[in-house]
């Protein structure tokens, strides 16, 4: 099984909601990645969490906050988000932190209006 | 500052062509080097991947070659096939990065 989960697909939500993407992967990986994507750009590396611990934060505003519950699992919950944070969230993991393969999901559309 | 980049924004090939995407890095730390494939809505899908030791890795159509004075890789996708169309990514690292810096894609139409 080398399938990375995200749900939801697709979210609207205003700019006062509070809300949660989830995301979950059974392959043993110990590495698991929260990026976002604007149209006809490249992958934005959000955060880095290795063995359920955070390990990157790239300077995201605290409007984004991640979970690593388990080895399994990764949130990522937002609260009073901005219309220029509507984007794609995809959600990756690797056997470990580093250069190893990446899987992806399919990524959780996100329009904040 | 870009690392990574991916001058063509887009390529169309003749189904059964070679189809060729370029990949410039600027940081000579880089050592490890991935490809990845993306269908509209859907996440990237790992390709091909190759190590600085090496200079090509061949996986079926798809062959990646790596020029390290140039600071260059390829992806040849030989013979290309309409499936074949989406944008495909190409991203490096290196030990300690703890991260793979990516370009900003070409997107590749095969026609038929």
């Known amino acids: 099984d080398t399938e990375v989960t995200q749900t939801p697909k697709h979210l609207v939500m205003g700019m006062t909601n509070k809300k949660s993407l989830k995301c979950e992967q059974h392959m043993g990986h110990r590495a698991m990645y929260w990026y976002k994507q604007k149209a006809k750009k490249p992958p934005e590396l959000m955060f880095v969490y290795s063995y359920e611990k955070l390990s990157i934060n790239e300077s995201v505003p605290s409007r984004f906050s991640p979970e690593c519950p388990n080895s399994s699992l990764l949130n990522l919950h937002l609260h009073a988000l901005q219309p220029e944070d509507s984007a794609l969230y995809l959600c990756?993991?690797?056997?470990?932190?580093?250069?190893?393969?990446?899987?992806f999901g399919p990524g959780t559309r996100l329009t904040v209006t | 500052d870009q690392q990574v980049k991916q001058n063509s924004p887009s390529l169309s090939v003749q189904e059964g062509r070679i189809s060729i995407l370029n990949c410039d890095y600027t940081n000579s730390m880089f050592d490890y080097f991935l490809w990845y494939k993306k269908y509209p809505a859907e996440g990237p899908t790992f390709l091909i991947s190759i190590s600085s030791i090496k200079d090509k890795n061949e996986d079926g159509r798809f062959t990646v070659f790596l020029n390290k004075s140039a600071k260059h890789l390829s992806l040849h996708i030989v013979p290309s096939q309409p499936g074949d169309s989406a944008v495909y990514f190409c991203a490096a690292s290196a030990p300690n990065f703890n991260k793979f810096y990516f370009g900003s894609g070409t997107k590749l139409n095969v026609k038929p």
């Open positions: 990756a993991s690797s056997q470990f932190r580093g250069y190893y393969e990446q899987y």
